[in-house]
Structure formats: structure tokens, C-alpha cells
């Protein structure tokens, strides 16, 4: 399986962006990056994916560097409510099965 | 709003009983998904299945099994718990874009 790097912790003031960082150097053509994120005593929710250009949607941005081999995961305005940890994850085309990694715990300061 | 639905949030069961997870999904997605969940060790992938009656096995399926009768049904079995089995469950079901996990179930073997 691809595998992704995030760090294992990060904090940010509230209302702020916040800019989650994921390394994947091994990411083959086929794969997709995708974002999940748990908050605290939930299953995992979908965040955003993409494959190669910058992303956005009502919860985050993602943008993706031009040689693919890493990714970030944007949060425009940081509340408490995003504390969560947040994974990032190779998932292939032709692939429904993912694998998650250890994530990156996000903790926000009031 | 789409939904998948863990039968129990919390379930204590003694070592040795066969124990039924159950989990239902209202989205008709093909694919579905049982992950256990551990501190330090993440989520990791028990079973999973593409189709009605079909199963295949994720990372760690020793002391599991599944059964898919019906498209919206993937039933989770601890043919005789063991105390190591005691974690958090969680139950997910994909579409094209992501999976949508249930709440999950805390199981403790006693």
C-alpha cells in the first residue's frame, strides 16, 4: 500500500487557517488523495480528495503540489469544533479498500 | 441524510460467547467496510465485502468472520471473544467519493 507522512501533532489559535501538512513520495498515477477526519467519540467523516489540481469544498481546501508527492489539507478559519485528528490517505482508482495511517492529532486554543 | 447504523453503541460480552455486530447502511452502496480501533494503533482493517455474499479479508481478520446476506446488512462475528477483542468497532460503506462510517460500538469482552 502507498503510505502518507503527516506529523503526529499540531496545534492552532482559533480562528485562524490552518495548514495540515502530508508527504506521500511513493504515490503511483492511479492514486487519489483523500482526507478523513475523526472527531472525538465519531467514526471517521470524509473531508475532501483530489488527484491533481487544488480542491475546495464547503469544509476545506486541498491543495496538491505539482509533482503529487505531497499535499495540504486547509482549514480557512480554525474553530473548536475541528479538533479532530485528521488523516490523509492514498486511495487507488481501481481500489475501494483504504488504509488508514496514524493521522495527525489537531488541537485548537481558544 | 445518508446514514449507516451501528445496532449498539456499547456491548459487554463474557470471553468465550459468539457475539453479532450488526450494521446497516441506507445509501444501497455496494461496498462495505468493519474496522477495529485501538489507542497507538489506529484503525485497522478487519473485513470487507464488494457485494451481497461476498467477503474478503482486510489485515486482521484472525478470530472474525462476516456475512452479507443483503445489499444493506454486513454483520460483524466474534465466533468465541476473546479479551483481546475488546475495542472500539466501526462499520463503514462507500460511493464513489468516500466512505461514511457509523458512530461505532464499544465492545468489551469480559
Known amino acids: 500500500d502507498a503510505k502518507t507522512t503527516q506529523p503526529n501533532s499540531m496545534e492552532s489559535n482559533e480562528e485562524e487557517p490552518v495548514h495540515l501538512p502530508c508527504n506521500h513520495s511513493?504515490?503511483?498515477?492511479?492514486?487519489?488523495i483523500h482526507w478523513y477526519r475523526q472527531l472525538p467519540s465519531q467514526g471517521p467523516e470524509y473531508v475532501i480528495h483530489g488527484l491533481t489540481s487544488n480542491v475546495n469544498n464547503r469544509m476545506a481546501s486541498l491543495a496538491i503540489a505539482e509533482d503529487r508527492k505531497s499535499s495540504t489539507l486547509i482549514l480557512h478559519r480554525a474553530t473548536l469544533r475541528d479538533a479532530a485528528v485528521y488523516y490523509c490517505i492514498l486511495r487507488d482508482r481501481g481500489d475501494d479498500k483504504i488504509i488508514f495511517g496514524k493521522g495527525t492529532r489537531l488541537h485548537i486554543l481558544p | 441524510d445518508v446514514k449507516v447504523t451501528q445496532s449498539s453503541r456499547y456491548l459487554v460480552k463474557r470471553t468465550g460467547e459468539k457475539v453479532f455486530l450488526e450494521c446497516v447502511q441506507d445509501m444501497d452502496h455496494e461496498n462495505m467496510f468493519w474496522y477495529r480501533q485501538d489507542p497507538g494503533l489506529g484503525l485497522r482493517l478487519i473485513y470487507f465485502s464488494y457485494d451481497v455474499k461476498m467477503k474478503e479479508k482486510g489485515d486482521i481478520p484472525e478470530g472474525y468472520s462476516v456475512s452479507r446476506e443483503k445489499k444493506e446488512r454486513f454483520s460483524l462475528i466474534l465466533e468465541s471473544a476473546s479479551t483481546n477483542q475488546t475495542s472500539m468497532y466501526l462499520c463503514?460503506?462507500?460511493?464513489?467519493?468516500?466512505?461514511?462510517f457509523g458512530s461505532g460500538t464499544r465492545l468489551t469482552v469480559v
Open positions: 511513493t504515490i503511483s498515477g492511479t492514486d487519489y
Open positions: 463503514a460503506s462507500s460511493a464513489v467519493v468516500g466512505y461514511t
